[in-house]
């Protein structure tokens, strides 16, 4: 899992049928200092999350283990929205 910031969406008319309903969302890795790694990726919304926000990112075949991705073809999902951050 890592840290993302959601700075996108992306629209897609025709998709693999798993993927039917699925709200997708660029999201921007962070580094341990919330900031950018300059590394970014399409993920699978799971929790409603909107522009901006930090969210909790799951890949490869975790990515498909919440209950809405079942058997989906999704290699990223955003799992959580953060509330906040604390690193020392």
Do not use: C, W, Y
Not at 31 to 40: I, M, R, S, V, Y
């Amino acid at each position: 899992m890592h840290l993302g910031r959601v700075i996108g969406t992306v629209v897609s008319t025709s998709k693999d049928q798993s993927l039917s309903g699925s709200k997708l969302l660029i999201v921007a890795r962070l580094n341990e200092k919330t900031e950018p790694d300059g590394f970014t990726e399409i993920a699978v919304d799971t929790v409603g999350a909107g522009h901006g926000e930090i969210v909790i990112v799951t890949t490869s075949s975790a990515a498909r283990m919440t209950e809405s991705l079942d058997g989906s073809v999704a290699d990223a999902s955003i799992v959580g929205i953060v509330d906040t951050v604390e690193t020392h």
